[in-house]
């Protein structure tokens, strides 16, 4: 049977979407777009929400506007996606690579705090696989470590983690900014695209600016009022910023991804119970928490994951690695030498993980066999491992 690891839910609805954009005269970043930056304040309950097209490039330009560069640091999960500290690369920055909890994969607080010098300028918290970091015990233990003066942003890296909740409270309430990804696998998808939700007004127009070339007017406002209107640049950006042609395929997907999750939840779930108590290493699910439930990673100890990937690519079943740790590539080992060492959890659960197919629509017959295959071919794979 195969099974694939992920499909998009998108269907004739949505192309009619794009369609009404493309029969209009404005492809770029216009009126769809404004209505989902809209719909996007409203649903995270945040003053601003800027449209991007993609999380790095939305982060990139919101590290521009914080005029984050040479010098500062940034800290960084070291379990997570190249992204979340590329960006902090591109902009000359030094990224400081911290270990992750290895019952929860996600970073702690303390750890984070811990690694905070007078350069740190911003923190990025990674919510992983769509389980929250707590954000607010981040902020008080950034407080207790920060210089007179030394006002260390919050970005929370949101790729994982659109639905999510921790205590009742969803992304962008504690941080000074979370950064969402609309990437082709991620729980809300237009392709490619992202966006960045703020509290802080004057970083919002920063952003738009950094978003934009740096532009003081976008192309819908440099044509505002029928006649031809100038602009100025101010300050160095980036291009970033999402047209209508993609924006269209949000509104429908934001409106309705709090009645798909229990479908996620039931997957997930499944797979937990099927898979606990047995030879695979599950992630620990924290209290008062809702998962996103964005990707479902299963341990393979006995350094038998490459194996399990074979044997499950030969069932004809998909899967990924999400993610061999950022010590482990090679321009960050180059770069960061000494760091691997001191980053153990992320470094060996990148040589154990691999993800599962999951998403709303997967069918109950193929959950069956995906767990089956794990138990019956996998399991004594690692068993006659561990007992050899
Ligand atoms: C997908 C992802 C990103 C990057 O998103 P893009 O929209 O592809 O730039 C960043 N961080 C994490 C954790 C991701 O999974």
Known sequence: MKVEFYRHGLGAEDAAEIGKVVTSAFLTTGRVSHAVESQLCEYFDVPHAVLVNSWTNGAFALLMAMGVGPGDEVIVPAMTF???????????????????????????????????????????????????????AL???????????QRIRIIEDC??????????VRPGKYSDAAVFSFYATKNVTCGEGGAVILRDAGLHALL??????????MAINR??????????????????NLPDLLAALLPRQIATIDERLPQRHAVAERYRRALAGNIFRLPKVTANAVHAEHLFTVGIPGGKRDEAIAALNA??????????????MTYYR???PQVAAACPHAVAWGQETLSLPLYPELPRDQQDYV????????????????GG
Request: some cysteine.
């Open 82 to 136: 190249i992204a979340s500290a590329n960006i902090v690369e591109l902009l000359g920055a030094t990224t400081v690579l911290v270990d992750v909890d290895p019952a929860t994969l996600l970073i702690k607080p303390d750890a984070m705090a811990a690694a905070v010098t007078p350069r740190t300028r911003a923190v990025i918290p990674v919510h992983l696989y769509g389980q929250m970091v707590d954000i607010a």
């Open 139 to 149: 902020r008080i233990a950034l407080d207790g470590v920060s210089a007179p003066g």
């Open 159 to 168: 790729a994982h983690c659109f639905e999510g909740r921790l205590d009742g």
């Open 208 to 217: 738009r600016e950094t978003r934009t070339h740096g532009m003081s007017a």
């Open 223 to 240: 044509f505002a009022g029928g006649k031809y209107n100038h602009w100025d640049m101010e300050r160095l950006g980036t291009k970033a």
């Open 315 to 328: 069932a004809e079943i998909g899967v990924t690695v999400n993610y061999r740790a950022l010590p482990e």
């Open 334 to 336: 180059r770069k960061y």
């Open 371 to 386: 767990i089956e295959t794990l138990l019956e071919t996998v399991a004594p794979i690692v068993k006659a491992g561990l």
